[in-house]
């Protein structure tokens, strides 16, 4: 689904995102077509050269929509925290809140287009590093601090067993208890890689192959949801895959130039997602949630979604601001994602059992200290420990 490492190979995506610096690009000669595999302007009058900050933000700007969610816009554990109900505590905002899902697919649309950037010319050796050495190090440390708070506070939500499972990421594949609620996210990002690596990175990137790769993806995901093939299902993910496919067009507008190809990708990812949103979030009128949702305004959630990742890719004027904080912004997004959840149940019901301030303050408050949280984890954890194990990783030969 953030770190400022060299351009292109630590790029990332999704909530495990990261930086977005685009390589620099020749430009193609007057009249080539964008059509071919060779690289021409961006759309919109010129290519943004350098880190897209824009998107950095935009990243942020998606997890705290997941956010506010979890700690608004839902019923459950925050509930708990809060005493009684957010639908009770934020009557007005409550509804709202409970769109903030939504950021997740905005994720997913970033990683399409991202992990393109990202594996374009790459092998598959230092795609994989890249995935790794971006996801696990803070992911590792989001473990161990929602542990030990837990323990702490004495609730304990796995088995040792399940718990050390987790630290693979794997939990969810082998059946295991999640540690991390948010952690569904990676496993559908990591299926997302899986699939890129071995049909676009491995065979060698290009407009071609990309454009066949979303298509055949595309079609290989509907037939898996109509056929309720539930293998098919996990691999190919019907209900993601109009996003990542999407971000993916995207990608080949921003480094050929406009075509009706690449837009038709785009288009028919918006069409498909906005329908499996709709299918996942509305229930229906007569069952008892939390907010029934509009239809309208999940759709329109996603529309916005859609634009502001174009926005920021390629309005060059968006694409190319240079505003550094963005790029902090950027740096803060993933280990914030990862640790608000459950950390953030943990701290609004200690601030509401012990504490005089009102609801909105403690929402306020315990959404800045998962900020600065999540800027010592970038800091203490993720830039220190990223390179060694990118160098580690380096040294290991290729298999044969």
């Known amino acids: ?24 690009l020749p430009q193609a000669a007057p009249g080539q077509s964008a059509a071919t595999d060779k690289p021409t302007a961006a759309a919109g009058g010129g290519r943004a050269k350098g880190r897209l900050r824009a998107l950095d933000g935009l990243r942020l700007i998606a997890a705290l929509m997941v956010c506010v969610y979890h700690y608004g816009g839902r019923e459950g554990d925050i509930a ?19 769109y ?5 697919q905005i994720f997913f649309v970033i990683s399409g287009f991202v992990i393109s950037m990202s594996g374009w010319g790459r092998s598959v050796k230092d795609f994989a590093i890249s995935r790794i050495t971006r996801l696990y190090p803070a992911y590792w440390a989001a473990l161990v601090i929602i542990t030990v708070a837990f323990a702490i506070v004495g609730l304990k939500r796995v088995s040792d067993t399940d718990l050390l499972v987790n630290f693979t990421m794997l939990q969810m594949p082998a059946g295991a208890e999640r540690v991390l609620g948010v952690c569904w996210t990676l496993w559908a ?17 290009t407009r071609k192959r990309v454009l066949v790769f979303c298509t055949v993806w595309t079609v290989g995901a509907l037939y898996a949801e109509s056929a309720g093939q539930d293998f098919l299902k996990l691999a190919l993910m019907p209900e993601y895959a109009p996003f ?6 995207l990608y080949l507008v921003y ?10 990708v785009v288009a028919v990812g918006f069409l498909l997602g906005q329908r499996e949103e709709v299918k996942a979030l509305v229930a229906p009128p007569h069952m008892h949630v939390f907010h029934h949702r509009s239809q309208l305004m999940v759709i329109a959630v996603v529309a916005f979604g859609f634009l ?9 004027r968006i694409a190319n601001l240079n505003w550094r904080w963005l790029t902090t ?6 280990p914030f994602y990862l640790v608000h959840e459950h950390l953030g149940w943990v701290v609004i019901g200690k601030l509401n059992e012990h504490t005089s301030l009102s609801p909105g303050a403690i929402f306020v408050s315990t959404v800045l200290f998962m900020l600065v949280l999540a800027y010592v984890l970038y800091r203490v954890v993720e830039k220190p420990l990223a390179p060694r194990l990118k160098r580690l990783l380096q040294r290991q030969p290729v298999l044969r």
């Open 1 to 24: 689904m953030s770190l400022h490492l060299p351009a292109p190979a630590e790029e990332s995506a999704g909530p495990g995102g990261s930086a977005t610096t685009a390589e620099p």
């Open 80 to 98: 708990t925290a809060w005493g009684r109900s957010p639908s009770h505590i934020f009557p007005h905002l409550a509804g709202p809140f409970s």
């Open 100 to 104: 903030g899902p939504l950021g997740v």
């Open 189 to 205: 990002e990591m299926r997302f890689y899986l699939l890129f690596a071995l049909f676009v990175v491995w065979p060698g990137a």
């Open 244 to 249: 990542f496919v999407a971000g993916m067009g």
């Open 255 to 264: 480094r050929f130039g406009h075509d009706a190809l690449a837009w038709g």
């Open 308 to 316: 502001a990742v174009i926005a920021v890719t390629l309005v060059p």
């Open 329 to 334: 912004a950027g740096a803060l997004t993933y």
